[in-house]
């Protein structure tokens, strides 16, 4: 018999074009026949065109195990698509290293029989970004992380408005106005180090004395968290054909600092002045206004970036804002014509800024029970509820990786038991068991 086979996030007619070409295969498809529950066909998701994605269920449900599903279709691509696209992983926990090591979950394994795939690992496609803060601290413990590169910021590349909020500094106050004439300044003449801050600060003539030293207090405490310097690193987040894992679990709050969502917002923003001006040249160059040259190796510098948040709803809450909220809602409202994706992942979709529900093209929801947050999604994707709902949630019960999928390019609620992972996921609960007690 043949297979079915069903594609997320792609229209009819590009299915019928294209079938399974730039899709990360992602489970099985589930149905009630007659009532009973059955797996038929394999599912799939588009990841070569641009898309706002969520990821809901509560606690231990799979959410983060699905991103790492998705990012291994990533790598699982073939090069002529794969090198148009790069993918960047917002990680708050550390969970996503082990994309870089195969799966050894025996339990994982023996399930895979039935989704027609192996253990597998992507060492070389994955690249792991760690703050040096971090590596210290381990390395005090006597450990050594794992990591590619060190996580450094240029200086240069933090707006005003971006430490005036993250030192909750108003404009109009005196600190506020040193440091917008200061940081402006220096930003004129490219990159700048810390020492050069201190320097520009001591110089300003008219200002007072404890005006000057509380800024400099201010830029120390950031001085030593070791995560921006003058030059910054030389590797790019963004490369054709990687997976770029920013491994941003150790900032936390650090020195009450939300510096989190600011190196998020600094990423968000940056790619999307840098993919708005490709796609401004690459419609030059199509309205015969460009160079065709120009335009090819362009291609290779700005891929097409997906990000990947887990935990989303501490950069784009429902209630308040952080620094990475406006970056972000620009990313799920114009996204789509620069080539700007987001899959995001969260617990609760009601404390996620309701724009981020409301655009979403597609939510893949893992057990959801909360009356609030199926509330949230039937408010949002009210027209694809389906009768027997409870019997569907009952079964996510007991079910791991079980899922229903709002797409709206279908216009349909589906279910879909995501597939076991290839490489290994490294988010299982803490446990008191010895290890060959655990299961
Ligand atoms: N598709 C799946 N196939 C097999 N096992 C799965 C699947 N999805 C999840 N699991 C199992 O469920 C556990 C919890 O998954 P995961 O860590 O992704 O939860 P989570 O929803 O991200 O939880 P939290 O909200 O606490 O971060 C995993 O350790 C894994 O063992
Ligand atoms: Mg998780």
Known sequence: MLETKEIFGRSESKTKKLGTKG???????????????????KAYLDIVSPHCMLIVGKRGTGKSYTLGVIAEGFAR?????SNNLSLVLIDTMSVFHSLKKENTNESEIELMDNFD??????????????????????????????????LKIALSRVEVHEWLELFDLEITSSTGT??????????????FSFEDIYRRISDEGEVEESTKNSLKTLFEMIQKLDIFSKAGMDETMVEGGKITVL?????????DYELRSL????????????????TTVEMQAQ?????????ESITEEYPIVYMLIDEAHLFLPSEGT???????????KLGRHPGLSLIMATQEPSALHASAIKQSDMIIAHNMTAKGDLDALKLAKQSYMKEGLDEVVADMEFKRGLAMIFDDKRRELQMCRIRPRHTLHTGVDASALPPEERF
């Open 178 to 191: 040193l440091l917008s004439r200061v940081i402006t300044e220096l930003k004129k003449k490219g990159n």
């Open 287 to 295: 309205a015969g206004l460009g160079e065709k040259e120009g335009v």
């Open 117 to 150: 795939i192996e253990p597998k690992s992507w060492k070389e496609d994955v690249k792991i970004l760690v703050p040096e803060a971090a590596i210290k601290k381990a390395r005090q413990n006597g450990e050594e992380l794992h990591f590619d590169e060190i």
């Open 23 to 41: 899709c990360s295969y992602i489970g099985k498809n589930v149905s009630y026949p007659g009532g009973e529950y059955e797996e038929m066909g």
């Open 77 to 81: 691509l073939k090069e002529k698509y």
């Open 247 to 255: 491994d941003i679990s150790h900032l936390g709050r650090l020195g």
């Open 263 to 278: 190196i998020v917002s600094i990423f968000a923003r940056e790619q999307m002045a840098k993919r708005t001006l490709y």
């Open 322 to 332: 952080t620094l990475s909220t406006e970056p972000l809602l620009d990313w799920i």
